[in-house]
């Protein structure tokens, strides 16, 4: 019975992430055509941030992960 419940999770997941992923497609194709907005300051100041942080945060996986490596530290 703990089998067949899993399974219903785990076909329940893909059935959602596919549709998630449908909506997201949708927004996308949707906001196509219409124009760029101008971004204020605060606006500029969280995508720049955002940037900072992501390029942070990948930087710091791949060192960690060069230190974890048996042989390479």
Same mark, same amino acid.
């Given at each position: 019975?703990?089998?067949?419940?899993?399974?219903?999770?785990?076909? $329940?997941?893909?059935?959602w992430f596919a549709v998630f992923s449908l909506m997201l497609l949708s927004?996308?194709? !949707?906001?196509? !055509?219409?124009?760029?907005?101008?971004? !204020?300051?605060?606006?500029?100041? $969280?995508?720049?941030? %955002?940037?900072?942080?992501?390029?942070?945060?990948?930087?710091?996986? %791949?060192?960690?992960?060069?230190?974890?490596?048996?042989?390479? %530290?």
């Amino acid at each position: 019975m703990l089998i067949a419940i899993v399974l219903v999770a785990e076909v $329940l997941v893909v059935v959602w992430f596919a549709v998630f992923s449908l909506m997201l497609l949708s927004m996308y194709l !949707d906001s196509r !055509d219409l124009p760029m907005p101008r971004l !204020d300051t605060a606006g500029r100041s $969280l995508i720049g941030s %955002a940037k900072a942080a992501f390029i942070t945060g990948m930087l710091a996986l %791949a060192i960690l992960t060069v230190v974890e490596i048996p042989g390479f %530290a």
